[in-house]
């Protein structure tokens, strides 16, 4: 099994910066993609930014410019550091880790969420 931890969510002020982190444990397939997905009310959850364990990443297009993703491979863990936060990033934020097994083709798996609110 694998296990998600996220900290980092909470309410900051239009402009402001908040960090998300989020530590898998387990399982943990040594090539995977890890990143964030939010989902506001009565929206469908969306991508926010990716990073697979060859560096790449993948951001949606509200964030680009605005939000960066890192990782660390050796902790199996990453950041989203959330800048110039707009109210329309209201929402919670789910991290997730996936990777393709032989047989069975992509597998997900889900942390808990956190709320990340943006208002005055």
């Known amino acids: 099994q694998v296990q998600l931890v996220e900290s980092g969510g909470g309410l900051v002020q239009p402009g402001g910066s908040l960090r998300l982190s989020c530590a898998a444990s387990?399982?943990?397939?040594?090539?995977?993609?890890m990143g964030w997905y939010r989902q506001a009310p009565g929206k469908q959850r969306e991508l926010v930014a990716s990073?697979?364990?060859?560096?790449?990443?993948n951001y949606g297009d509200s964030v680009k410019g605005r939000f960066t993703i890192s990782g660390d491979n050796a902790k199996n863990t990453n950041y989203l550091q959330m800048n110039n936060l707009k109210p329309e990033d209201t929402a919670v934020y789910y991290c997730?880790?996936?990777?393709?097994?032989w047989g069975r083709g992509r597998v997900d798996y889900w942390g808990q969420g956190t709320q990340v609110t943006v208002s005055s």
């Open positions: 997730n880790v996936n990777w393709a097994e």
């Open positions: 387990g399982q943990i397939f040594s090539r995977y993609t």
């Open positions: 990073i697979h364990t060859s560096g790449s990443t």
